[in-house]
């Protein structure tokens, strides 16, 4: 793990704080409240708390706070109700007072919430001796898995209740499995890349190919019909993203999309040249606090490279009939049809809850669509609405810490889990949503 000095730690707080904007509105605002509960009934004694402001409920369910970074969390407690999260944001239209308004519900009734209990999670594949690297849902209910044993490796193909249906012998250590936009399915190794393809109940390896270009013109395709392809490219050190819809019979290519936070790149740039040095200064400078000068720019650029410059995280998916692009950077979903035109966009704010992963995971089906959040390594799922981003219902996953690889198909999640007590093993389990 990747420890941060004191110095570099103060140079994030200073450089986030002055150069960066994150999107949040640096306003003092009141925000006014009342708590009921099912049946209309107000909650008195309710802790309330609004980014870093607390409150408690009167007597009549009324609470009052005042904050001035927004969007922030709003979270409601109560002894005899379930705990109640949301997101509050400046409207377009404010004036002095933002007024919210809370149901809770009785945890007896809880409808919205999900937890997994361990009744509902099951071995996947319950073979102890088999290393789970990676695996890939199947549209007809069968799991590829990418594992090993003792001595091999091996590709696998299970069938729907988890019996193995073919077995072919690969390179030792694959990095991963990974499914193109074309649903081309390859195995990546640090080195190469291999595309396989489906013969008779078992699998084809085609020959090898350079990892380096090729892996990435595969993940940088994000979407392909008959008629389109859309791909995204990467540019300002990974803090600018432009998504291109290609007409594949015109060949015609149109932007579709420009993600990125100008005044924040704009501060990057300027954070680099001040600190950029050339390689042998450290060895030429003899003056004790010149040395001292290099060294903090050093260690100033290294931060730069490692921490400051982290990609930008707008994605897009295919969910239903349209693809839309969930810009975090300025907190918008924009939604196009799947030749790329544009067609609306709405307002999000999932990513402010606390314990954000910077993840969406859509189901196979591509009809649903779930942000990723960890408290103290428990996985916590949003499901959101594709129409506007409001969440539908959480779901917990209280039963393995820190899961890997989270795949969604029917009403399970899939999931790699690193045995606690052997760290080299892993295992594949799924867990019942109903």
């Known amino acids: 793990m990747r420890h941060l000095n004191h110095f570099q730690i103060l ?39 609004l980014g870093n402001s607390d409150a408690r409920t009167n007597s009549s ?15 409601v407690n109560h002894v005899l109700y379930s705990e109640y999260t949301d997101m509050v944001a400046l ?16 945890k007896e009734k809880e409808l919205e919430e999900v937890t997994v209990s361990a009744e509902k999670i099951f071995w996947v594949y319950p073979r102890k ?19 090993s044993d003792e001595h091999h490796y091996f590709v696998r193909g299970l069938d729907a209740s988890g019996e193995k249906v073919f077995e072919t ?12 936009c074309m649903e081309n399915i390859h195995l990546v190794y640090a080195d190469s890349i291999y595309e396989t393809a489906m013969v008779n109940n078992s699998i084809g390896i085609f020959s090898p190919k350079p990892a380096l270009g090729v892996f990435s013109f595969l993940q940088s395709c994000v979407y392909k019909d008959d008629r389109n392809l859309v791909k995204y490219n990467y540019s300002e050190r990974d803090q600018r993203i432009e998504y291109s819809a290609i007409n594949l019979q015109t060949k015609i290519t149109r932007v579709m999309y420009v993600g990125e936070d100008r005044s924040r790149n704009r501060g990057l740039r300027e954070y680099e040249q001040e600190n950029r040095t050339a390689d042998n200064d450290l060895f030429l400078t003899t003056d004790k606090n010149a040395i001292r000068k290099v060294r903090d720019k050093w260690s100033n650029i290294r931060f730069y490279d490692l921490i400051l410059t982290d990609p930008v ?75 506007n981003g409001k969440t539908e219902r959480i779901i917990k996953l209280e039963k393995h810490v820190f899961p890997e690889h989270l795949q969604i198909h029917g009403d399970f999640i899939y999931y790699i889990y690193k045995d606690y007590l052997d760290q080299s093993m892993h295992y594949l389990f799924k867990q019942k949503l109903e």
């Open 313 to 387: 995280y707008i994605p897009l998916f295919e969910i239903n009939d349209s693809l839309i692009i969930f810009d975090h950077l300025n907190d918008s979903a924009i939604v196009f049809t799947k030749a790329g035109i544009r067609v609306r966009s709405f307002s999000i704010v999932y990513h402010y809850f606390k314990g954000w992963k910077k993840e969406l995971i859509t189901n196979m089906e591509k009809t649903k669509i779930y942000a990723r959040y960890e408290k103290e390594g428990l996985t916590i799922l949003r499901e959101l609405n594709p129409t």
């Open 129 to 147: 001796q088999a290393n789970v690297l990676d695996f890939l849902l199947q549209p007809d209910d069968e799991i590829l898995l990418c594992c």
């Open 91 to 106: 409207p377009e239209r404010w004036k002095d007072t933002i007024r919210v308004f809370v149901v809770m519900t009785g």
């Open 61 to 75: 369910g009324f609470f009052i706070v005042k904050n001035t970074d927004f969007p922030a969390q709003l979270t």
């Open 11 to 49: 140079c994030l707080v200073l450089f986030c704080g002055c150069v960066m904007n994150t999107g949040l509105s640096q306003v003092e605002a009141v925000v006014k409240g009342k708590v009921i509960n099912e049946n209309g009934t107000p909650i008195k004694n309710a802790s309330v708390k």
């Open 169 to 180: 012998n690969i390179r030792n250590h694959p990095r991963k499995l990974y499914r193109d």
